[in-house]
């Protein structure tokens, strides 16, 4: 039996010795374009570790250790919010359906006011017809000042004082 393994291993060895000297060959011929090539893309290499570091950080074991009582209390929360929120919709929408207040409403049009440009001309003409009756109505008090009347403080002459104490 040790003969047996004995001759296994040898042909192995025999058969291996040749292919990895050319496999060493191989490697000592391309090593140069290899170093070469790898000092070329360093930068390239470099942000694709940068990148697969982010990407599979969220999955790193102790991170996950660390937020996973607050993920479970947040997720929990959201579930109950969630069948909370769906119960209350279903109540309402029963009972706005069984009081028959979920129905369209239709609002109905304003009656339309006078303006306040109608209700000056009307008071302007009830104004002409109570001095039109009246006996002691001369012409000159009937003709209207044309323009428009100034009021508030614009209409004031302001006084200045022409001697200071100062």
Not at 40 to 67: E, K, M, Y
Not at 143 to 164: F, H, N, P, W, Y
Request: with cysteine.
């Amino acid at each position: 039996m040790a003969d047996v393994r004995f001759i296994i291993f040898a042909t192995l060895h025999i058969i291996w010795w040749p292919v990895s000297q050319i496999i060493r060959a191989v490697v000592f011929l391309v090593s140069p374009i290899w170093l070469l090539l790898s000092f070329i893309l360093l930068p390239f290499i470099h942000l694709g570790h940068t990148i697969i570091n982010v990407v599979t950080f969220p999955f790193s074991i102790t991170w996950l250790d660390r937020i996973e009582t607050v993920y479970v209390f947040l997720g929990t929360a959201g579930l109950i919010g969630c069948m909370t929120g769906a119960l209350v919709f279903i109540i309402f929408k029963f009972v706005s359906s069984t009081l028959n207040i979920d129905s369209t409403i239709v609002p109905q049009p304003q009656r339309q006011g006078r303006t306040t440009a109608d209700y000056r001309a009307a008071w302007r003409e009830k104004k002409e017809e109570q001095m039109d009756h009246s006996p002691l109505s001369s012409p000159i008090v009937l003709r209207k000042v044309t323009g428009s009347r100034r009021r508030g403080l614009l209409s004031q002459a302001i006084i200045e004082e022409e001697d200071s104490d100062f």
